[in-house]
């Protein structure tokens, strides 16, 4: 025997609550931070829901195997993968001693929208999962965590916004990632501050008296900075 | 043929510089960030230094096997190793397809005088390294960037320093990982900003007229917080 390799990718995306989720109740406008989980159709664990993934290809980067993984599965190309972590407890599967390398991406809610779905592949709501497969609940729950954290230090909040935005906009993502709601007036005081949201000349289109503003990050920051490793490695 | 999995660990201390290594001439205090390396008795790369590690085993969590094989080769325990990445591109060794799992961990430098030197392990200045084994350059290159970025934004300093400190041993251990000098007030100011560390009532004991005041960190916060990872896995 020995040790097998497996690469398995979170999604990240925000998408409108859907009726008769039980996160409804607590969704801040309706959005809710989501995942989307791929039914196994064999042992082990056999009709439980998992992160999208497979084995390792030997022929193949682990970045790609995730990205193909991915796209088999649920027809997503994320712009945005980074590694998250690799999980190698003894006893994580009954295949044997299996260590899963683990990616995880952001994609925006269009692309969100282009995901393949059906009887297998479904979205669910990143706080309120069933048991999944092996340890991917505890995977899961260490990338939100990650997630969560990174919203603090990072521009990663852009990877869930357009090129421009509102305060509101961004406000909202926020507000979904972190399952709370934020007081306006101290979010704006704290974007202000910070050297890495700047704001255009330009202001939302329409018919509005006062129109809002729309911001930018200062793209000379990388979205979230892996430093040596910026590219896919 | 398959891939097989590899484990290896970047420690990093602040040791004493050596009279004749080139990093002593911007040493700070005369202390130079350092790794302790193992020099390879056979082929690929006979000769050459790498990271100390081995193969992965079958029975052993990953974390285990870092450090187990750490304290074979150098017989450094370190009280805090942590998971940095899993390198897998696919040209990275000669041995066929091997993914490589890195661990970092930092030591004291009482520590770090225990360790076993010999003809086959030797500490180099981390940024005075010669051509290693595999990637291995570029696994420190990037060790270091989250060593650097790290001091930054946890208390992850506290793992050179005592469990009480002077500003002045703070920053050292800062201007020392960061290789330049900074400037006393300033870094008062921001420390004494920071929530993380905390004045204590005592001051170091000797026989000087204005004893330099001790600090501590504030042990409420975790040394790097790795959310619901904590736990070595």
Redesign the interface.
């Known amino acids: 025997?020995?040790?097998e390799?497996a690469v398995s990718t979170v999604i990240f995306a925000l998408r409108p609550a859907v009726a008769g989720e039980e996160a409804v109740e607590q969704a801040v406008d309706r959005m809710v931070l989501s995942i989307p989980l791929v039914r196994r159709t064999r042992e082990p664990f056999n009709g439980r829901w998992a992160l999208p993934g497979g084995w390792?290809d030997?022929?193949?980067?682990?970045a790609d195997t995730a990205a193909r993984k991915l796209f088999e599965t649920t027809e997503l190309s994320p712009a945005y993968l980074e590694?998250l972590?690799?999980?190698?407890?003894?006893e994580r599967s009954p295949f044997g001693?299996v260590?899963s390398?683990v990616y995880w991406a952001l994609v925006r809610e269009e692309q969100a929208q282009l995901a393949a779905e059906g009887v297998n592949v479904r979205w669910f709501a990143a706080d309120d999962l069933p048991e999944l497969a092996f340890d991917h609940n505890?995977i899961i729950?260490?990338a939100l965590?990650?997630l969560r954290?990174k919203l603090e230090?990072s521009r990663i909040a852009h990877a869930f916004l357009g090129e421009t935005f509102t305060l509101s906009e961004l406000r909202q993502v926020h507000e979904v990632v972190l399952c709370k709601p934020l007081d306006p007036a101290n979010f704006r005081r704290q974007v202000e501050a910070s050297p890495g949201i700047v704001p255009t000349d330009q202001h939302v289109t329409g018919g509005r008296h006062r129109p809002p503003r729309l911001y930018r990050y200062d793209t000379s920051v990388e979205l979230a900075?892996n430093?040596?490793?910026a590219n896919r490695?």
């Open positions: 025997m020995s040790i390799l390792a030997e022929a193949e980067s682990l590694q972590y690799a999980f190698g407890d003894l001693r260590v390398v505890r729950e260490y965590w990650r954290n230090y900075d430093g040596p490793l490695t």
